[in-house]
């Protein structure tokens, strides 16, 4: 019942940051990805009893928008700790997303805390990006 609880419960999704942040990247260039880690906590009441959960993320499915994905147990971070990047190979748009699966635990009436049973999945919305190829050009300075 608790898993089944849990299964019910609105999680919330995923933000995805990106960097470079204007909504533009660069192929053959290493875009930053990373979202927020936080736990939760939820109560609910089954037959009667009050259940508190303790929710937090175990891994985070990262599309990158080109048919790529990459899972990690990390959330990624802002530069300049680079953790989650991906190099677009061509130019034009794309809507990476990340996907968050949580992991949980229960106590009943604050009792002692006992694992639930299978995780789940929340779905992140995407996010949009545009690919641009860049041509170095060389400058003189007088």
Do not use: K
């Not at 996907?99 to 106590?107: G, K, L, M, N």
């Amino acid at each position: 019942m608790v898993a089944a609880a849990f299964r019910r419960l609105p999680l919330p999704p995923a933000t995805l940051q990106v960097q470079p942040a204007n909504g533009r990247t660069l192929v053959n260039f290493a875009t930053n990805f990373w979202t927020e880690r936080g736990e939760l906590t939820r109560s609910v009441s089954l037959l009667g009893r009050r259940v508190d959960l303790r929710i937090w993320p175990t891994s985070y499915t990262w599309s990158f928008g080109d048919g790529t994905t990459s899972t990690t147990s990390e959330p990624g971070a802002p530069y300049p700790d680079l953790q989650v990047t991906h190099d677009y190979r061509r130019a034009g748009r794309v809507a990476p997303s990340v996907d968050t699966t949580y992991a949980a635990e229960f106590s009943v009436d604050s009792g002692p805390w006992q694992p639930v049973s299978g995780t789940v999945t929340i779905p992140g919305a995407p996010v949009g990006l545009r690919v641009l190829t860049a041509t170095p050009t060389l400058v003189g300075y007088r």
